[in-house]
């Protein structure tokens, strides 16, 4: 699959990621078309919001 991910295609999924609704790869900014720091700030900013929207789980405590 040679897809481009072009931000028109690219939307906030599950757990602060972003897929490609052409290819259905899940995406990171590297991967987008055009660069991702070409894009609006305005864009920029809803990424970096959605991706932080998420957080692992913190690991859970070792027993005593
Ligand atoms: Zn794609």
Redesign the pocket.
């Known amino acids: ?1 040679n ?4 931000i028109q ?2 939307v906030p999924v599950a757990y602060g990621q972003h897929q ?6 899940l ?1 990171v900014k590297k ?1 987008v078309t055009p660069k991702f720091e070409d894009l609006p700030a305005e864009f920029q900013k809803r990424w970096d919001a959605h991706e932080a929207s998420w957080k692992p789980p913190a690991a859970p405590k070792p027993a005593p």
């Open positions: 699959m897809c481009p991910h072009h295609w690219v490609c609704t052409l290819c259905y790869d995406v991967d």
